[in-house]
């Protein structure tokens, strides 16, 4: 499969180096600054292209995957979907379930396969988590507690256009970075009930928060708690605990720990904005496309990538209605 990016930072080259190494070859590339996509489409023996339109003319483009900001995803993955080509969105898949809602439209409407790059969810630390919980090894389910205490330095800001904007980042650490956690905890814990949220902007000078924490009620009855910041210097690794009646998993990065046992060695901390490596990503595109060649849902499709947006933007309305907001009804 032909594989055409839009967008041309680093998550961009993320995706190229996934992609590749999942065998599917590079065909084009689309960025909004055309110097750093003539730099990216070089680097694989891509060409580049000076407007979305063009890019989508490609007679071979079988996929797009979509690494822009994350204000302009739904838009262009619709474009892309018009087009006739399957399409993996990096996350967020947009900034707001209105946008998402008219994507799956699209999609629909189309018959193309859409999936989010909620990697996580394939990394072998995650998938025995899931398989542990699924087969109840830790009993009832009672607590998550997840921690993402990174620290991102006022550059990685203020060098950006849409970093930490509400129009084009949706929010601030927790759409961006701590939205990776709040999947993980429906993927591993289920459906939402009600959240309650608080976010502050501590230390860095944007519109959005650089702090968070979030009180979450699951279906299941499970509680959660989230706290997530981008001002924790000098950072540590992201922990994920999940409590039950007959045990507790713990991952710590990516790392799963047993948590009665006692811990060797920390994962390096995870502080800059590029993901060096790629394995991870490569194994969501391999699921991608897996689906597509056997009409199957991908391990994160449009609905699935729904859901932590949802959360996400509930949290934002509880913080400043200060009240609790539910998402299903009891």
């Known amino acids: 499969m032909n594989v055409g990016l839009v967008g041309a930072g680093n998550i961009s080259d993320t995706h190229a180096r996934a992609a590749l190494a999942a065998g599917l070859q590079i065909a084009g590339v689309y960025g909004d600054n055309h110097g750093k996509a003539r730099q990216l489409a070089e680097r694989y023996g891509a060409a580049a292209f000076s407007t979305l339109d063009a890019l989508f003319a490609h007679p071979s483009l079988d996929v797009v995957i979509i690494g822009s900001p994350s204000g302009c995803h739904a838009q262009q993955a619709i474009a892309a979907a018009r087009s006739g080509r399957h399409v993996l969105v990096e996350k967020p898949l947009d900034i707001s379930t209105a946008r998402i809602d008219r994507l799956l439209k699209e999609v629909t409407r189309a018959g193309v396969v859409c999936g989010v790059c909620f990697q996580d969810r394939l990394k072998p630390a995650v998938v025995d988590m899931k398989r542990r919980i699924d087969a109840g090894e830790i009993g009832t389910l009672l607590l998550a507690t997840g921690e993402v205490k990174w620290f991102r330095p006022p550059e990685y800001y203020s060098t950006s256009r ?5 129009a084009l980042d949706g929010g601030g650490a927790l759409m961006n970075q701590g939205i990776h956690t709040v999947d993980l905890m429906l993927y591993l814990l289920g459906e939402v009930r009600s959240v309650s949220g608080l976010i502050s902007t501590r230390f860095h000078e944007i519109k959005a ?10 279906l299941n009855g499970a509680h959660g708690t ?8 000098p950072g540590a690794p992201r922990r994920l605990r999940i409590t039950g009646s007959k045990g507790s998993l713990w991952l ?17 901390n995870a502080v800059s904005a590029t993901v060096s490596d790629a394995s991870a990503h490569q194994r969501i595109i391999e699921d991608f496309v897996d689906a597509i060649r056997n009409g199957r849902r991908p391990i994160c499709d449009g609905a699935e990538g729904r859901r932590s947006v949802a959360v996400v933007e509930a949290v934002y309305r509880s913080a400043r209605e200060k009240t609790s907001i539910a998402l299903i009804s009891p």
């Open 162 to 166: 849409w970093r930490g904007t509400w």
């Open 252 to 268: 710590e990065g990516d790392q799963l720990l047993d948590a009665s046992a006692p811990r060797d060695s920390v994962p390096e």
């Open 209 to 218: 928060e650089d702090t968070a924490t979030v009180l979450v009620e699951f």
């Open 226 to 233: 989230l706290d997530v910041t981008t001002a924790a210097y």
